[in-house]
Antibody, heavy 119, light 109 residues
Framework: EVQLVQSGAEVKKPGESLKISCKGS????????IGWVRQMPGKGLEWMGI????????RYSPSFQGQVTISVDKSISTAYLQWTSLKASDTALYFC????????????WGHGTLVTVSS | EIVLTQSPGTLSLSPGERATLSCRAS???????LSWYQQRPGQAPSLLIY???SRATGVPDRFSGSGSGTDFTLTISRLEPEDFAVYYC??????????FGQGTKLEIK
């Protein structure tokens, strides 16, 4: 069974750093791109970027380029989303997703990690 | 950049009725790369339809996708209580760029 298990909810202050994780299991982790999707409170879905675990090839949405860093540790089948200096506007639910390679859809989703940034 | 516009924003129907949700692209898109997702309250989204027409594994056959060019439709033939949720269309384009529509909320009338 394919599973994407994300790290738990975080409460941070503006300016702090954060790294959240997504561990894949039940499939060949290095065979699929892994990505991140943001959902701000009461809003829709926004694609942030993807990474290929085999070679760490990373692509970002122009909206998120330079704002976050996506990384991966294939030895433990885990992808990461990182901020160096959080803002209140980063408060959101973040989902990791597995990308189907041929037809480019998100076939499996993590349960989401809620990040709250507040002073 | 392709923009996906979903309509209506909110659709109020009763169980047993037929639901028709629209997704319109700002330019002609490849239907192979058009997908639909369902998000129930408090849950992660889940894949419903990929390649514009193909149901994902385990999706009931009351869900169907259609369309081409710029206009795509998700149809739910007979609404069940668990179908009341928010629905998103999504498209892939190079370089890569994945775009979502703003969503349609399907609520119980």
């Amino acid at each position: 069974e394919v599973q994407l298990v994300q790290s738990g909810a975080e409460v941070k202050k503006p300016g702090e750093s954060l790294k959240i994780s997504c561990k894949g299991s039940g499939y060949n982790f290095i065979g699929y791109w892994i990505g991140w999707v943001r959902q701000m409170p009461g809003k829709g879905l926004e694609w942030m970027g993807i990474i290929h675990p085999a070679d760490s090839d990373t692509r970002y949405s122009p909206s998120f380029q330079g704002q976050v860093t996506i990384s991966v540790d294939k030895s433990i089948s885990t992808a990461y989303l990182q901020w160096t200096s959080l803002k209140a506007s980063d408060t959101a639910l973040y989902f990791c997703v597995r990308h189907e390679n041929l037809l480019k859809y998100f076939d499996f989703w993590g349960h989401g990690t809620l990040v709250t940034v507040s002073s | 950049e392709i923009v996906l516009t979903q309509s209506p924003g909110t659709l109020s129907l009763s169980p047993g009725e037929r639901a028709t949700l629209s997704c319109r692209a700002s330019q002609i898109i490849t239907s192979s790369y058009l997908s639909w997702y369902q998000q129930r309250p408090g849950q992660a989204p889940s894949l419903l339809i990929y390649g514009a027409y193909s149901r994902a594994t385990g999706v009931p056959d009351r869900f169907s996708g259609s369309g081409s060019g710029t206009d795509f439709t998700l149809t739910i033939s007979r609404l069940e209580p668990e179908d009341f949720a928010v629905y998103y269309c999504q498209h892939y384009d190079s370089p890569p760029l994945y775009t979502f529509g703003q969503g349609t909320k399907l609520e119980i009338k």
